[in-house]
């Protein structure tokens, strides 16, 4: 009940705004054991107040979807478990870094992707990218 708020004051602040939930907020992403109960009102909100970030687990699998919300676009990223082997074909661990910059037009976050090979039994660099967001 705080969180419209929350957003509110933060982006009225020049802040980025990241949101960490366990569960996807995206709703129909994820299996309906594993779904977050209420995800479409959480969707919602994010729509109408924005965030710049959403992170979250759960699934443990890696995958990425944007919101569009009243503000621009909100990326929504999730990672595998850190503890994850990539048993029965399922996603391998690997964690993010992440390193904001106000841009021009919003942000720029820059994602460094260390994903663990098994066979050294380290985390190794991954494929990292660049994502613009954008705010009105």
Known sequence: SRLPGLLQRARGDGLFRGVYLHHCPVAGREKWRKRLTDAPQIQALLQE?????????????????ELETKHGNLPVIAVPSASALGLHGRDIAHYNRYEVERGDAGWQVRIDVRRYEVASGRFAEGEGRTLRIDRR
């Open 49 to 65: 107040h924005g965030a710049e970030l959403v992170l979250h687990g759960h699934g443990h699998r890696a995958h990425y979807s």
